[in-house]
């Protein structure tokens, strides 16, 4: 049964890593590479779809990644593990504190009702959706470790 636990959860954490590694490194290269506002609507059409998503995605990898740590306490790669919940716990507060703001902000815009310095506030986004996503990665990296 914990095999089976830490598969399954090995593979959610690491399709959700996929999702925002997605995001960082073509969708949004995709978006801005759009001609005129067509960027900016597909970014809040995303904004609005992923962040009713990618809550559940977090908190149900990181419910089943402290299941999984308090399951496999004696075994090896514990640690491993309990690291890993550490970093998905970095990364939700990343979220809350730092993405999420203006993420709640950038889904409500339209051409007509955008700040003047909305490319700015996306780039700021962007900037911090790379530093999640490298913590995601580690957090991936280190499960599977502990499969080992």
Known sequence: MLNALE????????LMVGVEFSVAFVINRILNALP???GQLGRA????????L????????LV??????IA?????????????????????IMSLLLLVPINNRGKTWTP????EDWKEQMNRWDRFHYVR???IIAAFALLVAALA
């Open 112 to 115: 007509e009702n955008r700040p």
């Open 7 to 14: 598969v399954f959860t090995t593979v959610v954490v690491g």
């Open 54 to 61: 990618m809550p559940f995605w977090y908190i149900g990898s």
């Open 133 to 135: 996503v490298a913590v």
């Open 36 to 38: 005129e506002d067509s």
């Open 72 to 92: 496999g306490r004696h075994h090896p790669g514990a640690g491993l593990v309990v690291t890993a919940g550490a970093l998905l716990i970095l990364s939700v």
């Open 64 to 69: 089943l990644v402290a299941v999984w740590a």
């Open 45 to 52: 059409h995303g904004g609005r779809m992923l962040g009713a």
